[in-house]
């Protein structure tokens, strides 16, 4: 009689579960998606070039001013903000940032993308963080990089007129540290409204219109328009480069600085904030 030995089935592996992405792993695939773009690059590379050459072009208007008023040997009565730090330049940034801050968002709702991103990352809301984490350094680095390129340059032209100051002159540091802020500022309004919005093109109209054009239905004669004036981005931006004190003849309201630091804080967090709420709530 043959004894059978039993053989014990063979099981097949389990499948392994694939650990939660972490949130470095999120930062990480934001940075990919963001510089996997072409224009990303030139855009911002552009951006930096023009803002940096209207500044020099500010200063080289000066330069040719003093040059022309014989004042060329005597020192300025104060820091020439507007040659460092000209409207014309910095509302282009504000403009360029706040609209690739949409897109950042409202491409991936356009071409479908976003689908495949909550499938793989369930936590929406830590994705939208992730997104504005990695908008908020990008764009802080690139306006560090104008702001402090652009007094650089504007100063190094005003010195051959004996008109260019160093970076400790009263007024110097403020104008740098609120102009380096203003282009991640607008990033982060832009990728909340493209949260919000969910369509490019309508996104990036709101987003200007936002930033740029409401500020200017609003005067600063009366008060109740001044406050809501002062409560813009591009006011703030402003009065913090300003560096000269109230004129207390105006007919108008001023923005004091210590709001203008308040606007600055809070447009962003708010932007963030309501994207956080709203894509928790809302299906993709």
């Excluded at 403009?95 to 495949?116: F, K, N, P, Q, R």
Aim: net charge positive; proline share 7%; aromatic share 8%.
């Amino acid at each position: 009689m043959t004894t059978i030995n039993s053989v014990p089935p063979t099981t097949s592996d389990a499948p392994v579960a694939e650990p939660p992405a972490r949130f470095h792993d999120l930062l990480a695939a934001e940075w990919v998606k963001m510089w996997s773009l072409r224009s990303t690059p030139w855009t911002i590379a552009l951006t930096i070039l023009f803002v940096i050459g209207s500044a020099a072009a500010a200063a080289l208007a000066d330069y040719k001013n003093f040059a022309g008023s014989g004042a060329s040997m005597r020192p300025p009565p104060d820091f020439l903000p507007f040659d460092a730090y000209p409207p014309a330049g910095y509302m282009t940034l504000m403009l360029v940032a706040g609209s690739v801050g949409a897109i950042t968002v409202a491409s991936e709702y356009s071409s479908g993308l976003i689908g495949t991103t909550t499938v793989a990352v369930p936590a929406r809301g830590s994705v939208v963080l992730a997104k504005a984490v990695v908008t908020a350094g990008v764009w802080t680095a690139v306006g560090t990089a104008v702001s402090t390129g652009s007094f650089l340059v504007s100063q190094a032209i005003l010195n051959g007129r004996h008109a260019g100051v160093p970076i400790t002159h009263p007024g110097v540091l403020r104008a740098l540290v609120a102009s380096a802020l203003l282009a991640s500022v607008c990033a982060l309004v832009g990728l909340g409204l493209g949260v919000l919005i969910r369509h490019s093109a309508a996104t990036m109209v709101t987003s200007v219109f936002t930033l740029l054009m409401l500020p200017t239905i609003f005067s600063q004669s009366k008060r109740w328009s001044a406050d809501v004036n002062h409560a813009m981005v591009v006011t703030a931006w402003k009065r913090l480069v300003q560096n000269w004190p109230p004129d207390p003849e105006s007919l108008g309201y001023t923005a004091t600085v210590a709001g203008s630091w308040i606007v600055y804080a809070v447009w962003p967090l708010v932007a963030v904030v309501l994207a956080l709420v709203v894509v928790r709530r809302r299906d993709v």
